[in-house]
């Protein structure tokens, strides 16, 4: 059976939701500063440093709790740039990638002398180098390679295989380096790669360092010095058991670099981490607006849908789905749909939960993370409102 009974966590704040308009989405913050902790232990035994990525949430309040745990910020836009530094970001720990940055984007973050451009092209070398140029400055650049490793997830969500539009590929690396060789706007701080996101096979991130080690040894003949290694994210969490396990394995995770990746002297080792700092902490909460009885499956429809998280409809994601009512009453199936007009706006098929009334409270579970950043307005839909437990 897939689960009646509302978990522990949520039963805490379950009765304060009764009265809220919804959808909304609700996060627990002293799960997120429990994380928070775990991650920074964790990266603290080796001497790494963690960036957050912004596109997994960039609500300012998270931001204050991610800075204020030692966190820097991992941007792919100029605004995220912008609100990381409105969070109180020091720019000196923003990092700054993507495969289309604009001038406009650039001029930003060359205006506040971020850490690092993560960058993704010759061509865009060339654009940054000039742009540095034009204010008398130069630019702190990291080169993104794409080192073509399968990281076993949803092909979607995949970024680091030679089909992908990410980072800059191995035959253009010689006119890379001659470029930094001679244009004194550029300055190259290192290498980074990403190669995708929920990777829940800790192998993939061994294969990883294998192919670094090796970049690192082609780097080494160009007598290019890689004072840093940015090494991304991608570290996936556990969308069935979000209660069993709410915090991911971070020491497993920063043990695999610890130990495979050949590390030279006095050089840092930086990570883009998102979806593993914040996901378990946030839940979207939906009223049942009507219960259809069909003829070979029934129908709870939700006043949230494919507008409020897109990841079912996107990805065929799995989020658990828990009833907050005590549990009473025969378990039925139930296809879990939304309000929007689409046939993939459906958030379950055929699942068994305790029989649904109209007005009953449900929980998206593990929508923390490309959650409500991924929100739209289609079918102009309402924006719901934001809720912190601190706040309640
Ligand atoms: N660094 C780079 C360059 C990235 O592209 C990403 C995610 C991250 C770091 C953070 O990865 P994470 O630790 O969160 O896995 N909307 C999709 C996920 C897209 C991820 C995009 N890049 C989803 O809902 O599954």
Redo the contacts with the bound molecule.
């Keep these: 059976m897939n689960t009646s009974v509302v978990t522990s966590r949520l039963r805490q704040f379950a009765a304060q939701f009764e009265n809220r308009t919804t959808p909304f989405y609700f996060y627990d913050t002293a799960l997120l500063r429990q994380t928070l902790h775990e991650v920074t232990t964790a990266a603290r035994a080796h001497d790494f440093h963690v960036h957050y ?1 912004l ?2 949430n960039a609500h300012p309040e998270i931001l204050v709790l991610v800075r204020e745990a030692g966190l820097g910020a ?1 941007c ?1 836009s100029g605004n995220e740039v912008q609100r990381a530094i409105d969070c109180g970001f020091d720019p000196s720990h923003i990092v700054f ?1 993507g495969v289309g940055k604009t001038d406009a984007e650039i001029k930003i973050a060359l205006h506040h002398d971020i850490f690092c451009f ?1 960058c993704e092209s010759l061509q865009e070398l060339e654009v940054i180098a000039a742009l540095a140029a034009a204010q008398g400055k130069q630019a702190r650049v990291a080169l ?1 390679i794409n080192p073509n490793v399968d990281a076993r997830t ?1 092909h ?2 995949t ?1 680091g295989l030679e089909e992908n539009k ?1 980072g800059i590929g191995l035959h253009e690396i010689g006119e890379v380096i001659a470029l930094f060789k001679q244009h004194k706007h550029v300055q190259c701080m290192g290498l980074h790669v ?1 190669i ?4 829940t096979d800790l192998n993939v991130f061994r294969a990883l360092c294998t192919k670094v080690n090796r970049l690192q040894q082609l780097f080494a003949l160009y007598e290019l010095p890689l004072p840093h290694l940015n090494l ?5 969490v556990d969308y069935h058991h979000p209660d069993e396990k709410p915090v991911a394995d971070f020491a497993a995770y920063f043990e695999i670099f610890a130990k495979f990746i050949e590390r030279r002297p006095g050089q840092q080792i930086h990570f ?5 700092v914040v996901a378990q902490c946030g839940s979207l909460i939906s009223r049942v607006l009507y219960v259809k009885k069909g003829l070979q499956t029934n129908f709870a429809v939700l006043d949230a849908g494919m507008t409020e998280l897109i ?1 079912p409809a ?2 065929q ?1 799995y989020h658990k789905i828990e009833v907050l009512h005590s549990g009473e009453g025969e378990v039925q199936k139930y296809d879990v749909v939304g309000p929007v007009c689409e046939s993939t706006d459906c958030f379950a098929k055929a699942l068994e939960l305790p029989e649904l009334r109209r007005g009953d409270l449900v929980a998206l579970r593990t929508a923390g ?2 959650g409500e950043v ?1 929100v739209s307005s289609y079918n102009l839909r309402q924006r719901g409102e934001t809720l912190f437990s601190s706040g309640l």
């Excluded at 883009?272 to 593993?276: A, M």
Aim: aromatic share 12%; net charge positive; no cysteine.
């Design positions: 990525a596109k997994a991992d792919v990638a993560n993104r949803h979607y969500i970024t990410f990403h995708g996101s929920q990777i991304g994210g991608g570290l996936g883009e981490l998102g979806r593993s990841r996107l990805y994601a993370a490309y991924m």
